[in-house]
């Protein structure tokens, strides 16, 4: 007989059982550890939804190109007249104010803060502001909610898209309208 081969056998055989000891420990562990990682809550979505994510930071000018009311009036007004100013912040925070002229052709004002939600991979981003809104005044006070005091809260959601350093993004402005805004990174 040969012992030399056999010892060789033996000495493999050895070897590899322990390794596989050792991985199904490690397995086991893992497994452990996947079970006893904590469920996510709803909240917990909404916190990473919100977290600061690294940006560089700049400043965006834009105007409005486009308005389109939902329930056309004839003395709603589609031109907005729109200059408005933004500091993006390099943890995807913004801060903004905006004049314009609202819906009955009064000058307005919107100054807000808010947050951009970049789509990995892609010129696509989302926006969303939220602030107080002024200039919906006398006869015109009642044609936003809750501005009692001729200044309202507003929150506006809008979706973008940016090339090189244009951008263009399309709002939604309640229930009352949408409208399409341009505007350049400084």
Known sequence: MNWRLIKSCMLTLAT??????????QEATQDETIESAPKKTLSSYVHD?????????????QTSIYTKHFNPNPEHSNNQ??????RHTANSYLLGGATFRHSFG????????GKRFDFAGTPFYGKVTAGLLYG?????????????????PAVIPSLGVKFRRLGA????????ATMINVGIEL
């Open 16 to 25: 590899l059982s322990s390794y596989s000891a050792a991985y199904a420990e």
């Open 49 to 61: 939804l919100f977290k600061p994510v690294p940006a560089e930071p700049y400043w965006y000018v």
């Open 81 to 86: 007249d729109l200059i408005g100013l933004e």
């Open 136 to 152: 919906y005044k006398g006869e015109y006070r009642d044609k936003i909610p809750f501005n009692r005091f001729e200044i309202a």
């Open 106 to 113: 009064g000058r307005s004002y919107y100054g807000y803060t």
């Open 169 to 176: 993004e399309i709002l939604l402005l309640g229930t009352a």
